[in-house]
T-cell receptor, first 116, second 110 residues
Framework: DVKVTQSSRYLVKRTGEKVFLECVQD?????MFWYRQDPGLGLRLIYF???????EKGDIPEGYSVSREKKERFSLILESASTNQTSMYLC???????????????FGNGTRLTVT | DQQVKQNSPSLSVQEGRISILNCDYT??????FLWYKKYPAEGPTFLIS?????DKNEDGRFTVFLNKSAKHLSLHIVPSQPGDSAVYFC?????????FGKGTRLHILP
């Protein structure tokens, strides 16, 4: 079974802090994704990466950056946290990009971030 | 501008009956559709999918129907069980992107 591990389940940070959310997958997947889930808005894609050191913007990249130095690890960075970034953050991985039928997304359990 | 719409935020169904969750989409380029299930405090898990060239896919108690002309898909769960109580996300894929709907919370009543 694919395991996607997010380092923190709950995080509380202050406005203006730099925040790192870490995600590790153990199945040698090529692609990794960061989503946020908000009530009434569903899952929205922030960034994704299809290879080491490669990244692509999703639908809502503003206020975020990412880092993928190793294949198994994908970090989401909030450069200066704001209260509107309070949310549930979900990391996911998949084997093949553009081949959704062969490789559905596998999600971690999420990090609930509160920015005060 | 929502490309994938789940218009029912919640649905309650008696245990043993059929649960039908609906999803509409606007983008004709979507070629693959998926359903994910999410329990509280867990990440979504893949449930079932369907290619745009098919109109039905069945996996045990779960069946997904696709009506391309209406740009509509539905997930049928029969019979519904207590463990089916969760949030269900419809998703659609075109090229490299997967777009999710807002989700429908399903309550299975005893």
């Amino acid at each position: 079974d694919v395991k996607v591990t997010q380092s923190s389940r709950y995080l509380v940070k202050r406005t203006g802090e730099k925040v790192f959310l870490e995600c590790v997958q153990d199945m040698d997947h090529e692609n990794m994704f960061w989503y946020r889930q908000d009530p009434g808005l569903g899952l929205r894609l922030i960034y994704f990466s299809y290879d080491v050191k490669m990244k692509e913007k999703g639908d809502i990249p503003e206020g975020y950056s990412v880092s993928r130095e190793k294949k198994e690890r994908f970090s989401l960075i909030l450069e200066s946290a704001s209260t509107n970034q309070t949310s549930m953050y979900l990391c996911a991985s998949s084997l093949l990009l553009g081949r959704v039928k062969d490789s559905p997304l596998h999600f971690g359990n999420g990090t609930r971030l509160t920015v005060t | 501008d929502q490309q994938v719409k789940q218009n029912s935020p919640s649905l309650s169904v008696q245990e043993g009956r059929i649960s039908i969750l609906n999803c509409d989409y606007t983008n004709s380029m979507f070629d693959y559709f998926l359903w994910y299930k999410k329990y509280p405090a867990e990440g979504p898990t893949f449930l079932i999918s369907i290619s745009s060239i098919k109109d039905k896919n069945e996996d045990g108690r779960f069946t997904v129907f696709l009506n391309k002309s209406a740009k509509h898909l539905s997930l049928h769960i029969v019979p519904s069980q207590p463990g089916d109580s969760a949030v269900y996300f419809c998703a659609a894929s075109a090229y490299d992107k997967i777009i999710f709907g807002k989700g429908t919370r399903l309550h299975i009543l005893p």
